[in-house]
C-alpha cells in the first residue's frame, strides 16, 4: 500500500508518526489506571511504556497484512493521545481501529475528530471495506463514541476469553466504506462556513 | 484440561462414533449435493475426495490443545445408516472455549436427529470436556443450522457483515454462544419435567 501523507491535520489536531520525544507525553497517560483498564496490552511502568513506545514509533505504515499504523494526536504540538489502524485481513479488506485518549483532555471531541480522520484515510487511501473495533462492555465511552461515528454493533462476545483475569464482555463495532459519512464533517462545521 | 471420551456415545436413537473406513460411501451420499455444500467451507465434494476428508476424521477423537477436533459419524440405529456428523473443536483450552458444528444428511431432516446429536456433543463438552463456553458459526442464510443453535438455546452474539470472503462473495455470518450454567439450567429443567421424575 502507497504511504499516506502525514502529518494529517484536522481542525484541531495533528496526526503523525510517533517520535522518541513522545516518552514524557505517553508516560503521562499510558500507565494511569482508567487507560489501564481497557487496554489490550498492559503497560505497569516506565520501562514497559518505553517498550510501548519503540513499537509505535514502527507503526508507520501498512505494506503487509498485519501491519498497523499508529499515529500520535497532537493538539497544540502536545500529545493527548494515539489512535492506530491494523489492516487485518488484505483478502477482504479489513482494517481495525485503535484509539487511546489522556483522559485530562477527554469529553471535547477530540477523539471522534481524530478517528473520524482515520477512517477517510483507511476508505479513501487504503481502499479498506470494513473497519471494525472492539471494546469492553462496561466502556460506555468508547460505546458512545463509535455509535456516533455511525458504527453498528456487530457482536456482544460474553465470557469467551479471559481480560486482565476476568471473564470479558466485548463488543465489536463495525462500518462498511459505503456507510461511512464523510460528509459529517461538513454538519458539523459552523452555519457560516457552509455553502449556501 | 485433556478429553479422550468413551466411544460410542449413545442417545434415544443415535450412535456418534470414531469415523471409519467403511464410512466414505455414506459420506458421500450427502457430501457430494449442492445444498449441503452451499453453506459450508468447502464445495460439494467427489468420492476421491470424501474419502481423504473420512481419512482426516479417524483419528479426531480427542482434545488436548488448541484447535484440537472431536469429529464423530453419526449412525442412525434402527437401520445403521451415517446420516451426517458432529464436531466439538478446542479453540482455547485456557479460556475453555469450544466451538461446535454439523453436517447432516437433508433426507433425513424434520426428525430431530441433528438436536439429539449436537445435545450430547454439547453434554461431552460442558460435562466431561469442562468447557465455559462453547459457540457456534453458520451462514446467515442457512436457516435450518442457526435455528437449530437456537432450539438448543444459544444466544445470537454476533451477525457480521462482509467481514470475510466466501467462495468470492461477501460473507454474512451468525455467532451463538453458550455458557456451562446456562447449558446445565436448561439439562435440569429438561429432567425435573420428566413425569415421575424424582423431585
Same mark, same amino acid.
Given at each position: 500500500?502507497?504511504?499516506?501523507?502525514?502529518?494529517?491535520?484536522?481542525?484541531?489536531?495533528?496526526?503523525?508518526?510517533?517520535?522518541?520525544?513522545?516518552?514524557?507525553?505517553?508516560?503521562?497517560?499510558? @500507565?494511569?489506571?482508567?487507560?489501564?483498564?481497557?487496554?489490550?496490552?498492559? @503497560?505497569? *511502568?516506565?520501562?514497559?511504556?518505553?517498550?510501548?513506545?519503540?513499537?509505535?514509533?514502527?507503526?508507520?505504515?501498512?505494506?503487509?497484512?498485519g *501491519?498497523?499504523?499508529?499515529?500520535?494526536m497532537?493538539?497544540?504540538?502536545?500529545?493527548?493521545?494515539?489512535?492506530?489502524?491494523?489492516?487485518?485481513?488484505?483478502?477482504?479488506?479489513?482494517?481495525?481501529?485503535?484509539?487511546?485518549?489522556?483522559?485530562?483532555?477527554a469529553?471535547?471531541?477530540?477523539?471522534?475528530?481524530?478517528?473520524?480522520?482515520?477512517?477517510?484515510?483507511? &476508505?479513501d487511501?487504503?481502499?479498506?471495506?470494513?473497519? &471494525?473495533?472492539?471494546? *469492553?462492555?462496561?466502556?460506555?465511552n468508547?460505546?458512545?463514541?463509535?455509535?456516533?461515528?455511525?458504527?453498528?454493533?456487530?457482536?456482544?462476545?460474553?465470557?469467551?476469553?479471559? &481480560?486482565?483475569?476476568?471473564? *470479558?464482555?466485548?463488543?465489536? &463495532?463495525?462500518?462498511?466504506?459505503?456507510?461511512?459519512?464523510?460528509?459529517?464533517?461538513?454538519?458539523d462545521?459552523?452555519?457560516?462556513?457552509r455553502?449556501a | 484440561?485433556?478429553l479422550?471420551?468413551?466411544?460410542?456415545i449413545?442417545?434415544?436413537?443415535?450412535? +456418534?462414533?470414531?469415523?471409519?473406513?467403511?464410512?466414505?460411501?455414506?459420506v458421500?451420499?450427502?457430501?457430494?449435493?449442492?445444498?449441503?455444500?452451499?453453506y459450508?467451507?468447502?464445495?460439494?465434494?467427489?468420492?476421491?475426495?470424501?474419502?481423504l476428508?473420512v481419512?482426516?476424521? =479417524?483419528?479426531?477423537?480427542?482434545?488436548?490443545?488448541?484447535?484440537?477436533?472431536?469429529?464423530?459419524?453419526?449412525e442412525?440405529?434402527?437401520?445403521?445408516?451415517?446420516?451426517?456428523?458432529v464436531s466439538l473443536?478446542?479453540?482455547?483450552?485456557?479460556a475453555?472455549?469450544?466451538?461446535?458444528?454439523? =453436517?447432516?444428511?437433508?433426507?433425513?431432516?424434520?426428525q430431530?436427529?441433528?438436536?439429539?446429536?449436537?445435545?450430547?456433543?454439547?453434554?461431552?463438552?460442558?460435562?466431561?470436556?469442562?468447557? #465455559?463456553?462453547?459457540?457456534?458459526r453458520?451462514d446467515?442464510?442457512?436457516?435450518?443450522s442457526?435455528?437449530l443453535?437456537?432450539?438448543?438455546?444459544m444466544?445470537?452474539?454476533?451477525h457480521?457483515?462482509? #467481514?470475510?470472503?466466501?467462495?468470492?462473495?461477501?460473507?454474512?455470518e451468525f =455467532?451463538?454462544?453458550? +455458557?456451562?450454567?446456562?447449558? +446445565?439450567?436448561?439439562?435440569?429443567?429438561?429432567s425435573?419435567?420428566?413425569?415421575?421424575?424424582?423431585?
Amino acid at each position: 500500500m502507497t504511504s499516506p501523507i502525514l502529518p494529517i491535520h484536522t481542525d484541531r489536531l495533528a496526526l503523525r508518526t510517533f517520535e522518541r520525544g513522545d516518552i514524557e507525553g505517553l508516560n503521562a497517560y499510558h @500507565t494511569l489506571p482508567s487507560v489501564q483498564r481497557y487496554v489490550f496490552s498492559r @503497560t505497569r *511502568d516506565a520501562a514497559e511504556v518505553a517498550e510501548a513506545l519503540e513499537i509505535m514509533r514502527g507503526h508507520v505504515s501498512l505494506q503487509r497484512p498485519g *501491519d498497523t499504523l499508529t499515529l500520535a494526536m497532537c493538539r497544540n504540538r502536545a500529545l493527548i493521545g494515539h489512535v492506530a489502524l491494523h489492516w487485518s485481513d488484505a483478502t477482504a479488506g479489513q482494517g481495525e481501529v485503535q484509539f487511546v485518549i489522556n483522559p485530562v483532555h477527554a469529553g471535547q471531541g477530540y477523539m471522534g475528530e481524530a478517528l473520524a480522520a482515520l477512517f477517510d484515510l483507511a &476508505f479513501d487511501h487504503f481502499r479498506i471495506h470494513r473497519l &471494525f473495533a472492539r471494546c *469492553d462492555g462496561r466502556n460506555h465511552n468508547s460505546i458512545k463514541l463509535m455509535q456516533r461515528l455511525g458504527m453498528r454493533l456487530e457482536a456482544h462476545y460474553r465470557e469467551h476469553a479471559l &481480560f486482565q483475569g476476568e471473564w *470479558d464482555e466485548e463488543l465489536h &463495532f463495525a462500518i462498511l466504506d459505503r456507510e461511512w459519512q464523510r460528509s459529517t464533517k461538513v454538519r458539523d462545521l459552523p452555519m457560516r462556513h457552509r455553502v449556501a | 484440561m485433556a478429553l479422550y471420551p468413551d466411544y460410542p456415545i449413545r442417545t434415544e436413537r443415535l450412535t +456418534l462414533r470414531p469415523f471409519t473406513r467403511g464410512d466414505v460411501d455414506a459420506v458421500y451420499a450427502y457430501r457430494r449435493r449442492e445444498d449441503v455444500a452451499r453453506y459450508l467451507f468447502d464445495v460439494a465434494l467427489s468420492r476421491e475426495e470424501c474419502a481423504l476428508a473420512v481419512q482426516q476424521r =479417524i483419528g479426531q477423537v480427542a482434545l488436548e490443545g488448541d484447535g484440537d477436533k472431536i469429529i464423530l459419524a453419526v449412525e442412525l440405529d434402527r437401520n445403521g445408516s451415517v446420516i451426517g456428523e458432529v464436531s466439538l473443536i478446542l479453540r482455547s483450552a485456557d479460556a475453555r472455549q469450544g466451538e461446535v458444528g454439523w =453436517i447432516f444428511d437433508p433426507e433425513y431432516q424434520g426428525q430431530g436427529y441433528a438436536t439429539e446429536a449436537a445435545a450430547a456433543l454439547l453434554d461431552l463438552g460442558f460435562g466431561p470436556g469442562d468447557l #465455559h463456553r462453547v459457540s457456534a458459526r453458520c451462514d446467515v442464510r442457512n436457516d435450518s443450522s442457526w435455528r437449530l443453535m437456537e432450539r438448543l438455546g444459544m444466544r445470537r452474539e454476533a451477525h457480521f457483515r462482509e #467481514h470475510a470472503l466466501l467462495k468470492g462473495a461477501w460473507n454474512e455470518e451468525f =455467532i451463538y454462544a453458550m +455458557l456451562r450454567r446456562e447449558w +446445565l439450567g436448561r439439562r435440569n429443567a429438561v429432567s425435573t419435567a420428566r413425569p415421575g421424575g424424582d423431585q
